[in-house]
């Protein structure tokens, strides 16, 4: 029974990953049909990222009352009906309040199924976990490259995605059972400790805590800029096609994918904070590729590289965080990583869209860059206090 709910616990967050691109994909055609800014994509995205933080602070509360499986069923329901309201949006401002279920909806499944996985399954499955995100994030934006090619518009491609939700949540509701079934096995650790009641803020008060969420903030930061804007520059500044765009952001999804499904293996044999350290790197590679003056070749190898830099960096700081601040402290100062992770998804995609509003899509890469240097700064500080420690 515990296998076949942590199959039906991949599916799901395949399609917390379909939405993620589609709108970074599908933005230079709706861009074009709802006669607004470039900018405005940034609207769209803090809509969506506003639900998301909101449900993830709440997430809790609503496990507790109602059970995960409840939970998620709702949540996924809420992102189907969300996609369906942009494939029926007749201008911008309909978008806005089809973001913020969509982001309730996402920011629900993402912190309850986290929390599920870590405490019910072994570790290795939370870099598979996320790489099944991957899967989702590239398949949206291969629909949309597809019904592209085929002369359809994005609309399609939404409610497209919308039936799929659907037919999860039924899914989902038949598996009900099996949540209750696994869920017994709590009953073992119930004799365990309770964490002592903490401060608000207490997390931030232990030895390197601020770096971690600041390197969460900016790694979000890369990944998101990068899905929201990547299309688009590859759109405007280099010239593809908007299908061949949209399918380079599926393959900067694939990268990830791929990244971290192999690194469920390779934590056997390397720390956690060596492909940290390593994926930051690769991240840095990838973007100075993207940066110089070279062939298109090579800033679309840089696309790769960063996706791949990416992989490793997410659900190994997640694995590590018992380790470095301690298995009392380990919740606390992980709800506060996840919160800024998406502050930081929040905030740094819409800053390069105002900015390059004003100037060129062009920036891209420099910001990428600053963002990856503060990354690899806030990793290696980390690093060296808690060695330190």
Known sequence: MATLLLAIIYIAFISLGLPDA??????????RDLAIPYSFAGVVSVAISGGTILSSVLSSRFVRHFGVGKVTAVSVGLTAFALFGFSLAPS??????????????????????????????????????????????????????????????????????????????????????????????????ASMPETPHQALFFPLKLRGAKWAVLTFFFYCGIESTMGLWGGSYLFQIKGLEAAAAARWVSLFYASITLGRFLTGFITYKASNRNLVRLGGLTVLAGVVLMLLPLPLPATLAGFIMVGLGCAPIFPCMLHETPRSFGATHAQAIMGFQMAVAYVGATLLPPLFGFVASATSLGLLPAFLLAYTCSLVAGSETLRKRLSTG
């Open 22 to 31: 589609l709108l970074g994909a599908g933005w230079p055609i709706m861009q």
């Open 92 to 189: 911008f401002w309909w978008l806005i309040p089809a973001a913020m279920p969509l982001g309730i909806g996402a920011g629900a499944v993402d912190s309850g199924l986290n929390a599920y996985v870590a405490r019910h399954y072994e570790s290795r499955h939370m870099s598979w976990l996320h790489s099944f995100w991957g899967l989702g994030a590239l398949s949206g934006p291969l629909v949309l490259s597809a019904l592209f090619a085929q002369g359809l518009g994005w609309r399609k491609g939404y409610s497209s995605i919308a039936i799929f939700q659907a037919a999860l949540v039924v899914i989902l509701v038949f598996a009900m059972p099996l949540w209750d079934r696994v869920r017994m096995r709590a009953a073992m650790e």
